[in-house]
């Protein structure tokens, strides 16, 4: 089952701009990920934030996580060209659920010249 | 990628056959898993194993069979009862259930 959601499903800006996505989910979570994809690869991991974390940073990645509102976002600062790619959030369950990840639908993102 | 090979790239299937998808990893990761991909989607968790000669079906585990009988190795068989099988599947690992996972390049499956 499909436990993140995120918003938007396409988004276009130009490069120096932020891009800004956005996954909710249903659950109590362990830990919350975020993945990025380029088309016909695997995924990569980009950054982890944990259920009593609120904010995190890595290089123009910055995530924010809000457990009551059960939903994150993913901010790409000053994008480029090759941050085009598809971008998927991950969650794993704080309790029952297995332990494995549930990924959502991801968001793809263009960013052009 | 690095650390996990999938092979091969492309593979073809035909009508009524089982094809292996083969998942190898040199990370020493205990867990691994198989996803399934549809053009425009998300991943959905086929199967996954989270120790040796142990494994567990995912959300759509149907016309696919798996084994662990090595660390290292995790083949996916989509078996004849698949009936619609053309995807981009994906092996990952990982250290532990709620970690982080890392990716193969992933194998296109394509039915004649």
């Known amino acids: 089952s499909q436990q993140g959601e995120e918003d938007p499903q396409a988004l276009s800006i130009q490069e120096g701009e932020n891009a800004t996505m956005n996954c909710s989910y249903k659950?109590?979570?362990?830990?919350l990920q975020w993945y990025r994809q380029n088309s016909g690869r695997g995924l990569v991991h980009l950054i982890l934030?944990?259920?009593?974390?609120r904010e995190k940073h890595s290089g123009r990645l910055r995530v924010t996580l809000d457990t009551s509102k059960k939903s994150s976002s993913l901010l790409i600062t000053a994008s480029r060209a090759a941050d085009t790619a598809s971008y998927f959030c991950a969650t794993a369950s704080f309790t029952g659920g297995g332990n494995k990840l549930t990924f959502g639908t991801g968001t793809q993102l263009k960013v052009e010249l | 990628d690095g650390g996990i090979t999938q092979s091969p790239k492309y593979l073809f299937r035909k009508e009524g056959q089982n094809v292996t998808l083969s998942c190898e990893q040199n990370l020493n990761h205990d867990a691994m898993y198989w996803y399934r991909q549809d053009p425009g989607q998300g991943l959905r968790l086929i199967y996954y194993s989270q120790i040796v000669n142990d494994f567990q079906k995912g959300d759509i585990a149907e016309g696919y069979s798996v084994s662990r009988e090595k660390k290292e190795s995790f083949p996916l068989t989509v078996t004849s009862a698949q009936k619609n099988p053309t995807a981009f599947y994906l092996c990952?690992?990982?250290?532990?259930?709620?970690?982080?996972?890392?990716f193969g390049p992933g194998t296109r499956l394509l039915v004649l």
């Open positions: 934030i944990r259920s009593n974390e």
């Open positions: 990952a690992t990982s250290t532990g259930g709620r970690e982080t996972q890392y």
């Open positions: 659950t109590s979570i362990n830990n």
